[in-house]
């Protein structure tokens, strides 16, 4: 009777309620005890009522949710031995020693530390008398399997992220409004999306709404994109369209690694081109709202998928990251795709973009 527990941590994303779901039912389902641990590391770290025992019925009516029914967080002392000792120490006392964590890559890195810590801090636990020595010997081993949380689908190894799909839904349903008062009043518009370092958002939102131009990190633009947005705009005007729509990444940088912010390019439409001008920055829209179809469906099968990499997993498993590889939930090692994920930042901030774009790969 394996204890498992679900947590989600760091930041939020449509189609983790659908996630956590199918962990706990897939777990009840093949016999296992499944507990949800609230509010990320902290609720680990703090135990007490943070961590629960989850039955059927306490992820009935969840699927449609946005956000984690059973809370997010930050929290730093996980990042510090003496906390996970904490966190090590709650688990046990309640017979859980296999995780499974949905967050972005500084959560399944925290993760990877703490089953790397584990065998330490059960020694320091049993020879404080914190745990028996029989727990000590059951409890040597900590499972871990990861599943990618991120409306920015930002990481090595999945096609595509949890909430990623339902951010676009959510930026392109603005866009398509913005669109038809722009249209009105003949204006243009320039509207800011998340996205971080990756620009997966701002590509498919300019893709998918006809935009004119789009500003995201992993193609800074030549350093006369003034004068060529300014040219493009004008070419639309002239051959009669009312409107012009920009779309720029939250992350865009130009070639020289400074910020290009919606300000910015608002500064250059209306000093060269004097057109009305307006900016919308989506902000935290696009985290709102319900899981698309295809979030939910994602959770679904990756929270099942991890459940039964837990079953299957041995002491000499290595932690696991369920991906989708095509329309497959495969299961990849966790710290590879981690690793690779922070390459792709290091090549970012090297203005190495090309390499960057090349370690992302498919997503
Ligand atoms: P995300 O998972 O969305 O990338 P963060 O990077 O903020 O979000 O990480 C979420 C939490 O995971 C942190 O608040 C911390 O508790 C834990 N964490 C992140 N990186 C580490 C690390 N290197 N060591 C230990 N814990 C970490």
Redesign the pocket.
Known sequence: NKGIAVFT???DAQGMNSAVRAVVRMGIYVGAKVYFIKE???GMVDGGDNIVEANWSSVSGIIHKGGTIIG?????????RA??LKAAKNLILLGISNLVVI?????????N??RQDWPELVAELASKGDITPEQAIKFSHLNIVGMV??IDNDFCGTDMTIGTDSALHRIIEAVDAIAATAYSHQRTFIMEVMGRHCGYLAVVTALTTEADYVFYPENPPPVDWPEKICKKLSQERESGQRLNIIIVSEGAIDREGNPITAEMIREVVVTNLKQDTRITVLGHVQRGGSPSAFDRVLGCRMGAEAVMAVLEATPETEACVVSLDGNQAVRLPLMACVEKTQAVAKAMADKQWELAVQLRGRS
């Open positions: 941590s760091g930041g990320g590391y902290q997010s967080s930050r929290c730093k002392e996980f990042r510090e906390g996970r967050g972005g890559d500084g959560s399944l890195t925290g993760a530390l703490f949380g991120s």
